[in-house]
């Protein structure tokens, strides 16, 4: 690779900011550095068999050089000293021999810009307005032999965390795909094409950079495994990019259109949980309910919709209402830990509006008294079986049963049961 490495010298000798008014002198160097510069080229070309790796570095100052990178025989050496490079790491590995998998890709990612700037500068029109390009079969050609590696490349830069050469990687593995599939030399991939934009989104969400999640977020959403997650990517995008109408009305259709993918439903009611908006929760909850009503979650929000506007606006027909929602919760699951905390705590809550609402009753209206005390038991002898049972399937769940069990015992005179529960609380305080 001798004459390459002089005709490097010759265009190292001599360079000029671009664009700028030279005189004749200049301008005269400045035809030298070109005629220097396509030598480099075709000197290339001729050793691109060779040795292409010496042929790719050394165009990489022809491809780097704003005098002859609109050229696109200059991209079409390139491509092709990358694609020996490519061929001879792939010869290696059919082999048997110890190849150089980052070289091999690394190749590849140049490879793909490289083909991508031939194609763009072969398809400008000339001084006439006409275009006619040299290089497409050579294009299409070797996006037929290389556009496989392409997705090996992408795979091997995410795992190594280069998420920007990734995501790169991933489009021209698409790019390539959907040319060779427009040229009726494959058919149209509906399986890997999706997986590779489903990549993309997924370096744009390591990134941060969430145009690259939406870039091509859509492509991804074609394919029924990948969809719901991908969906949430897209929704994700728009609220980090400051579109939380948009990011509303993609929770609203991921409820509908993915169920069963609890991101959607779960930040919608925390959404509405946390403006008081208990309308549109409750329309939320039945069309949840109306998805799945074997859903135990669906079913326990309606409990907890009233039993907070209870909670928030002292309207104690609302307990009524949560209760009935807890006992058809717990009619799915029975053991539904956060339906039976709240049942039991409908219960307390009713116990502690009726002793309000009786607490001036004349000490000598004895019978009004023993009616209260025996209605009050009511209450407590709801709530207590519910407290037990959270005792004995989430004993370390303290914060569902304890308070709620040490009441029930002490409004149903259980000074035994009583003792020994302050005897365990004292003990968990140490």
């Not at 991209?75 to 010869?91: I, L, T």
Request: glycine share 4%.
């Amino acid at each position: 690779m001798k004459k390459l490495v002089l005709s490097l010298a010759l265009v190292l000798a001599a360079t000029f900011s671009f664009g700028q008014e030279l005189s004749k002198e200049e301008l005269k160097q400045q035809k030298r550095q070109i005629k220097a510069l396509m030598k480099i080229a075709e000197d290339a070309e001729v050793n691109l068999l060779t040795n292409p790796t010496a042929a790719s570095d050394a165009m990489n100052a022809v491809t780097s050089n704003p005098l002859v990178n609109q050229d696109p025989y200059v991209w079409f050496v390139s491509a092709s000293a990358r694609k020996g490079v490519m061929d001879e790491e792939n010869r290696k590995r059919a082999e048997g021999a110890a190849s150089d998998e980052l070289k091999l890709y690394t190749y590849a990612y140049h490879l793909g810009h490289d083909l991508a700037n031939c194609e763009k500068y072969d398809n400008m029109p000339d001084s006439k307005g006409k275009v006619k390009p040299k290089h497409s079969e050579f294009i299409l050609m070797s996006y037929a032999q290389q556009f496989g590696q392409f997705y090996n490349a992408g795979a091997y830069f995410y795992g190594n965390e280069d998420y920007e050469k990734a995501y790169d990687l991933f489009g021209m593995f698409i790019t390539a795909a959907d040319k060779l599939y427009k040229a009726g030399m494959m058919e149209q991939d509906t399986v890997n094409v999706p997986v590779a934009a489903y990549n993309m989104s997924l370096c744009g969400m390591q990134l941060k950079d969430y145009d690259k999640v939406l870039s091509h977020v859509d492509v991804a959403l074609t394919s029924a495994q990948i969809a719901p997650t991908a969906f949430r990517y897209k929704t994700v995008a728009h609220l980090e990019k400051g579109d939380s109408a948009k990011w509303l009305d993609l929770c609203l259709e991921g409820v509908k259109k993915y169920p069963s993918d609890a991101y959607f439903y779960q930040t919608l009611i925390q959404y509405y949980d946390e403006r008081n908006e208990s309308d549109k929760l409750n329309s939320l909850a039945d069309d949840l309910i109306a998805s799945d009503p074997a859903n135990p979650l669906f079913v326990y929000l309606k409990g907890y919709i009233a039993q907070s506007d209870y909670e928030r606006n002292d309207t104690k027909e609302k307990l009524d209402v949560a209760i009935e929602w807890y006992k058809k919760t717990l009619d799915v699951d029975a053991n539904y830990e956060t339906a039976l905390a709240n049942l039991g705590r409908c219960y307390l809550q009713k116990a502690q509006i009726y002793n309000n609402e009786n607490s001036s009753v004349n000490i000598n209206d004895r019978a009004k008294i023993a009616k209260d005390k025996e209605t009050l038991k009511g209450f407590y002898s709801e709530a207590l079986p519910l407290y037990e049972k959270l005792r004995t399937i989430a004993p370390d769940r303290t914060d569902y049963w304890l308070n709620g069990l040490m009441n029930c015992y002490y409004g149903l005179n259980m000074s035994k049961e009583l003792k020994e529960l302050e005897k365990f609380q004292e003990q968990m305080e140490y």
